[in-house]
């Protein structure tokens, strides 16, 4: 969409600079006098006038998008004219100048100089024709005049020296200024696309953050509150006393859960988080519903909230993940800083996994996942029966 807008944009203001220039031409040829009888005759005029209207005609056409050799036939057919106005001797030379400008835009760059070079060459090989046919015009109808020409050879040199000169700095200036336009265009095409990518891919990022933040938040509680609403059915009829005590610790996890959801979104706010309280607390919370027991030694210092943020997520993953799957009855959480690098080690003697089989859970992706925002790494230890050890180091 923004390639054919460009497109339209490069072909109407081409267009109307064009038509200027005709129309100016054409008021040109209708006031100007001749000044010697071989312009005053009738078929120069008829030629000029025959040229300016196939450029009218052309100038409603711009085959941008057409295949290259349609691009091609349209430049050409584009000089034509102007060089046979040029071989009646009618200079169109702002009108050539602004075919090379088109060509910039239809034609490869090689096919570019070629072109500038060779209608150079034809300006000037058109132009000699023309004085030759002058001098023998008037050789043949004005003899005093052949006392003029007597310098022939040196005004020819001087005219091609001087006609050359300006073709090469103007044809120079109009092409590298197309390029420069061209170029300037392509980087705002470029900038455009990657400005598409980039909100693309931050409404991916903050889709796959949404979805992280749910399920670290909630994970752990929700499969707690799952564990005890199973246990609460199962001794409904045997233990309604175990039963109602289960439904209590479910109704707690209850508002565990929303606690969660208020603090996710608190979280990004505060601005004195203490990390290592906030896992004390996690430790206790999850104690309190599980049969196994948590050693807990977190030493860690003050640390930016979001780094904070997202080490009490990955803790809180690794937990919610030996509840569901390890079966331990011992788990142990170190925290401590090193002299480059703080350190988190979750350890359990649950039933282990195989680390290097691939797994299709959200758990551990969204851990590694948090460490590569921090810049750090998660190591995973673990094998069938030998338990489980996970340790997040993020450099400081």
């Known amino acids: ?25 054409f008021f040109l040829m209708i006031v100007n006098r001749p000044e010697d009888i071989y312009a005053s005759q009738v078929i120069p005029t008829y030629v000029i006038l025959a040229s300016l209207s196939i450029s009218t005609l052309l100038s409603f056409l ?4 057409r295949p290259i050799w349609q691009r091609r036939a349209y430049i050409l057919l584009e000089i034509l004219p102007i060089m ?9 030379d702002i009108l050539l100048y602004l075919v090379l ?9 090689k096919e570019i100089v070629i072109t500038a ?8 090989v058109v132009w000699l024709g023309t004085l030759s046919s ?9 003899a005093e005049r052949i006392a003029r020409l007597y310098d022939v050879n040196s005004m020819i040199i001087r005219n091609i020296i001087n006609d050359t000169s300006s073709y090469l700095a103007a044809s120079t200036f109009v092409i590298l200024f197309a390029f420069v336009i061209i170029a300037e265009q392509k980087s705002r095409q470029k900038a455009e696309v990657l400005t598409q990518q980039v909100e693309t891919l931050a409404a991916t990022l903050e889709r796959t953050r949404i979805a992280r933040e749910i399920h670290d938040s909630l994970g752990h509680s929700l499969t707690t509150l799952d564990v005890q609403l199973e246990l609460a059915q199962k001794l409904y009829q045997r233990d309604p006393i175990q039963a109602a005590k289960s439904l209590d610790i479910a109704k707690d996890l209850t508002n565990q859960c929303l606690t969660e959801v208020r603090r996710s979104v608190q979280t990004m706010r505060q601005t004195n988080f203490n990390l290592n309280e906030a896992l004390s607390t996690l430790v206790e919370q999850v104690g309190r519903n599980q049969a196994f027991v948590i050693q807990l030694d977190v030493q860690l210092p003050q640390l930016p909230v979001q780094t904070s943020h997202q080490l009490y997520c990955i803790v809180q993953e690794g937990l919610t993940n030996i509840q569901k799957h390890a079966s331990a009855t011992v788990v142990s959480l170190k925290g401590y800083q090193t002299s480059n690098a703080i350190i988190l080690k979750l350890t359990d003697n649950g039933q282990g996994f195989e680390a290097s089989a691939p797994h299709t859970g959200f758990g551990l992706r969204g851990m590694h996942e948090r460490v590569h925002i921090l810049g750090g790494e998660l190591k995973i230890k673990s094998s069938l029966g030998e338990g489980t050890q996970i340790q997040a180091i993020i450099p400081l």
């Open 117 to 124: 070079i060779a209608t150079g060459i034809l300006w000037n």
């Open 84 to 92: 046979s106005a040029r071989a009646v001797n009618w200079r169109l």
């Open 1 to 25: 969409m923004n390639a054919i807008a460009t497109t339209s944009s490069i072909r109407r203001t081409l267009q109307y600079v064009e038509w200027t220039l005709l129309v100016v031409y």
């Open 62 to 65: 711009f085959p941008i998008n």
């Open 101 to 109: 400008t088109k060509s910039c835009f239809l034609l490869r760059r």
């Open 134 to 142: 002058r001098i023998e015009f008037d050789r043949a109808h004005v």
